[in-house]
């Protein structure tokens, strides 16, 4: 268990090397500069700037630079967004924000997409199915931003009489609820459908035979001995789901005025803030990183026949 | 285990009909069957893939998936209507009553429960008051009856680290947790290699002697019935054409199909020159079953007669009956053959 952990751990920093790599360039083969606003600086402002920032000198330079500084945890400053100010300063003032909204949006995604899934397969076939089917399609391939709309227009006024919820996010616990329910809405569709799959295919095994003949109550049935084996593919997904989901949605963050950090991810970009950008994707990929490995390490708890160190069954 | 030796009528069977609706159609899966079980009696149903037999038994203890429904007939348990009780009273049946063991033994444990986990499972299913304790020591004594050793290890391991028959052991001993009086085997030996198949008939008749309950076994294997039951049942195509005791259905079968059945299974007496004689035909459809006896397209003996008309059974010894219209002649012409012999005998005197 403590080699393949070891094993994983050396895999996550080559793969976190290739994305830094990856990035870096990347985001430097993207024309425009950092310095670009309404009021186009002059060349010589522009060429102090880049001097100051060490923007001047050949990429692959800068990249050596960037990784040494890696080394000692400094990700550097800001020089556009929030200029001069720790890049890692603001992911980790802006993450927590994200990470409440988000850990509240996976949980309730959780609790009812799951349930719902199962639910659909035990009924397959009947209305009940067919409903849940449009509602999760619906959840599918809505747009974040209508769906988050939909509920800010309906829920905070746009229907008279019905304000039920404040229109800013100011950190109240009333102020957390359309958010969440915005950002949850897609994962609780995506998991219900893919629970439902992945039930169906359970519940047609011989062990749910050998367990109906047992004389197991129809709820002990689905839950203990279909849900457990229709678990794998859930948690595949759910794992770098909750990465995402943690980090914040863009859209969501927007709509309802949110200091997250999902706006980052976006506005880095359109700003060409280097540092920033190369901080939130190093940190969102290391996220992704750490939440497979667990999953990997929850296979084996859920499915005793998966052998890791044999890197599968 | 406990010795409460009760005799008489376990399972009465009466014109069970079994039927699923598919969008295709109707499939008449089980067309009116009848038999009874006694306490302490192995019956055992031979027929070949998709004549019925699995469905019939699962109509039993009330296993049967949509779009499959019992259209009509009764079946009885120990004095019960099974067919008259309600979810709740199946479910609480099912494992208690009667018991299923089934085919696959690789498929049919939960790959990521441990052993001792299912076999605890199934008794407190059927006995809530049962303490922990209770439950694991019980499950372990299963284990022992049905020779399995270590069971203490046994209890915590996984089905994938035992082998097959070590698992269809243990199928067995979560069947029989509970105390059955019916346990129905289905085809619980065909997965199995041949000397494991050997030493599983050989533990359940084993286990039957000591328990005393009745045993459905549903098989295609005629020397498996030989092995292990008092009396047999053939099933073709939906329909029950012959039942009788064990030796009856060997030495002396009525049906053309039972004996093409015997034909087609290998021998240690045959001579060396002897072949196997397959069944020619193939199944019937269910679909679109033919008028009269449906084995009458496969039959070699068949007359005009079998393709119009379903024969009555004839009885052809003590619980022995079969159905086939040259059994009707035989009975014909022995009673023409009487009656002459009465009148010679009136004659004389």
């Given at each position: 268990?403590?080699?393949?952990?070891?094993?994983?751990?050396?895999?996550?920093?080559?793969?976190?090397?290739?994305?830094?790599?990856?990035?870096?360039?990347?985001?430097?083969?993207?024309?425009?500069?950092?310095?670009?606003?309404?009021?186009?600086?002059?060349?010589?402002?522009?060429?102090?700037?880049?001097?100051?920032?060490?923007?001047?000198?050949?990429?692959?330079?800068?990249?050596?630079?960037?990784?040494?500084?890696?080394?000692?945890?400094?990700?550097?400053?800001?020089?556009?967004?929030?200029?001069?100010?720790?890049?890692?300063?603001?992911?980790?003032?802006?993450?927590?924000?994200?990470?409440?909204?988000?850990?509240?949006?996976?949980?309730?995604?959780?609790?009812?997409?799951?349930?719902?899934?199962?639910?659909?397969?035990?009924?397959?076939?009947?209305?009940?199915?067919?409903?849940?089917?449009?509602?999760?399609?619906?959840?599918?391939?809505?747009?974040?931003?209508?769906?988050?709309?939909?509920?800010?227009?309906?829920?905070?006024?746009?229907?008279?009489?019905?304000?039920?919820?404040?229109?800013?996010?100011?950190?109240?616990?009333?102020s957390y609820v359309l958010p969440c329910l915005a950002l949850g809405f897609y994962p609780m569709c995506y998991l219900s459908r893919q629970t439902r799959t992945a039930m169906l295919d359970a519940i047609n095994q011989e062990y749910i035979k050998t367990a109906r003949a047992k004389g197991l109550k129809n709820k002990k049935i689905i839950f203990k001995h279909a849900l457990r084996n229709a678990l794998i593919p859930v948690i595949t997904y759910l794992g770098p789901q909750i990465a995402f989901t943690l980090c914040g949605g863009f859209v969501v963050e927007k709509v309802f005025s949110i200091p997250g950090l999902g706006r980052y991810f976006v506005m880095s970009i359109q700003n060409r803030d280097y540092p920033l950008i190369m901080g939130t994707t190093i940190f969102l990929a290391a996220f992704i990183i750490v939440m497979n490995l667990i999953v990997d390490l929850l296979y084996k708890l859920v499915d005793p026949r998966i052998n890791l160190a044999k890197g599968g069954n | 285990m406990e010795n409460n030796q009760k005799t008489g009528k376990l399972l009465e069977v009466k014109d069970l009909h079994v039927s699923f609706f598919t969008p295709a159609g109707e499939v008449k899966a089980v067309g009116g069957i009848s038999y009874d079980l006694n306490y302490d009696e192995v019956m055992g149903i031979v027929g070949e893939s998709g004549s019925g037999k699995s469905v019939e038994a699962y109509s039993i203890i009330g296993l049967l998936q949509s779009p499959g429904k019992v259209i009509g007939g009764s079946i009885t348990l120990e004095g019960e209507d099974?067919?008259?009780?309600?979810?709740?009273?199946?479910?609480?049946?099912?494992?208690?009553?009667?018991?299923?063991?089934?085919?696959?033994?690789?498929?049919?444990?939960?790959?990521?429960?441990?052993?001792?986990?299912?076999?605890?499972?199934?008794?407190?299913?059927?006995?809530?008051?049962?303490?922990?304790?209770?439950?694991?020591?019980?499950?372990?004594?299963?284990?022992?009856?049905?020779?399995?050793?270590?069971?203490?290890?046994?209890?915590?391991?996984?089905?994938?680290?035992?082998?097959?028959?070590?698992?269809?052991?243990?199928?067995?001993?979560?069947?029989?947790?509970?105390?059955?009086?019916?346990?129905?085997?289905?085809?619980?030996?065909?997965?199995?290699?041949?000397?494991?198949?050997?030493?599983?008939?050989?533990?359940?008749?084993?286990?039957?002697?000591?328990?005393?309950?009745?045993?459905?076994?549903i098989t295609h294997n005629l020397g498996v019935v030989a092995e292990i039951c008092d009396k047999v049942s053939v099933m073709y195509a939906g329909k029950m054409v012959e039942q009788g005791p064990v030796d009856d259905i060997f030495y002396k079968p009525g049906h053309p199909y039972t004996m093409g059945l015997l034909r087609s299974m290998p021998r240690v007496d045959a001579e060396s020159y002897e072949r196997l004689i397959p069944i020619e035909g193939s199944p019937v459809d269910m679909l679109n079953p033919p008028e009269g006896c449906p084995f009458a397209p496969r039959c070699e003996h068949a007359m005009k007669i079998c393709l119009q008309k379903m024969p009555p059974y004839v009885e052809l010894g003590d619980n022995h009956r079969a159905a086939c219209w040259l059994r009707v002649q035989d009975q014909i012409e022995k009673e023409k053959a009487g009656k002459t012999e009465n009148k010679e005998v009136g004659d004389n005197g």
């Amino acid at each position: 268990m403590a080699k393949y952990i070891l094993k994983r751990v050396l895999m996550a920093v080559i793969t976190l090397f290739i994305v830094i790599c990856l990035t870096f360039f990347l985001m430097n083969a993207v024309p425009g500069n950092p310095w670009l606003s309404e009021k186009t600086p002059t060349q010589a402002t522009i060429d102090a700037l880049n001097a100051k920032y060490g923007l001047d000198q050949p990429v692959i330079v800068q990249l050596g630079k960037y990784l040494e500084n890696l080394l000692h945890l400094d990700f550097g400053t800001s020089i556009k967004m929030q200029k001069d100010r720790p890049v890692l300063d603001i992911i980790l003032t802006m993450f927590p924000i994200s990470a409440g909204i988000g850990a509240i949006a996976i949980i309730w995604a959780i609790l009812v997409g799951v349930p719902l899934g199962c639910l659909a397969a035990y009924k397959r076939g009947t209305w009940v199915d067919s409903l849940l089917r449009v509602i999760c399609t619906l959840g599918i391939s809505m747009p974040g931003f209508v769906v988050a709309t939909m509920l800010l227009h309906i829920l905070t006024g746009g229907i008279e009489g019905l304000k039920l919820f404040p229109t800013m996010f100011d950190g109240t616990a009333k102020s957390y609820v359309l958010p969440c329910l915005a950002l949850g809405f897609y994962p609780m569709c995506y998991l219900s459908r893919q629970t439902r799959t992945a039930m169906l295919d359970a519940i047609n095994q011989e062990y749910i035979k050998t367990a109906r003949a047992k004389g197991l109550k129809n709820k002990k049935i689905i839950f203990k001995h279909a849900l457990r084996n229709a678990l794998i593919p859930v948690i595949t997904y759910l794992g770098p789901q909750i990465a995402f989901t943690l980090c914040g949605g863009f859209v969501v963050e927007k709509v309802f005025s949110i200091p997250g950090l999902g706006r980052y991810f976006v506005m880095s970009i359109q700003n060409r803030d280097y540092p920033l950008i190369m901080g939130t994707t190093i940190f969102l990929a290391a996220f992704i990183i750490v939440m497979n490995l667990i999953v990997d390490l929850l296979y084996k708890l859920v499915d005793p026949r998966i052998n890791l160190a044999k890197g599968g069954n | 285990m406990e010795n409460n030796q009760k005799t008489g009528k376990l399972l009465e069977v009466k014109d069970l009909h079994v039927s699923f609706f598919t969008p295709a159609g109707e499939v008449k899966a089980v067309g009116g069957i009848s038999y009874d079980l006694n306490y302490d009696e192995v019956m055992g149903i031979v027929g070949e893939s998709g004549s019925g037999k699995s469905v019939e038994a699962y109509s039993i203890i009330g296993l049967l998936q949509s779009p499959g429904k019992v259209i009509g007939g009764s079946i009885t348990l120990e004095g019960e209507d099974v067919l008259a009780k309600t979810k709740d009273e199946m479910v609480a049946l099912r494992g208690s009553k009667v018991a299923m063991i089934f085919q696959n033994p690789m498929t049919c444990l939960n790959p990521v429960y441990t052993i001792g986990n299912q076999l605890i499972e199934a008794l407190k299913a059927h006995d809530k008051h049962v303490s922990k304790e209770e439950a694991s020591k019980r499950a372990m004594e299963m284990l022992e009856l049905v020779g399995i050793n270590n069971v203490e290890k046994r209890m915590k391991q996984y089905p994938h680290e035992l082998s097959g028959g070590m698992r269809q052991r243990v199928m067995i001993a979560m069947g029989l947790i509970c105390h059955p009086q019916l346990l129905i085997a289905d085809e619980p030996t065909t997965a199995l290699d041949v000397t494991i198949q050997a030493q599983i008939l050989e533990l359940m008749k084993d286990l039957q002697k000591k328990t005393h309950m009745g045993i459905i076994f549903i098989t295609h294997n005629l020397g498996v019935v030989a092995e292990i039951c008092d009396k047999v049942s053939v099933m073709y195509a939906g329909k029950m054409v012959e039942q009788g005791p064990v030796d009856d259905i060997f030495y002396k079968p009525g049906h053309p199909y039972t004996m093409g059945l015997l034909r087609s299974m290998p021998r240690v007496d045959a001579e060396s020159y002897e072949r196997l004689i397959p069944i020619e035909g193939s199944p019937v459809d269910m679909l679109n079953p033919p008028e009269g006896c449906p084995f009458a397209p496969r039959c070699e003996h068949a007359m005009k007669i079998c393709l119009q008309k379903m024969p009555p059974y004839v009885e052809l010894g003590d619980n022995h009956r079969a159905a086939c219209w040259l059994r009707v002649q035989d009975q014909i012409e022995k009673e023409k053959a009487g009656k002459t012999e009465n009148k010679e005998v009136g004659d004389n005197g």
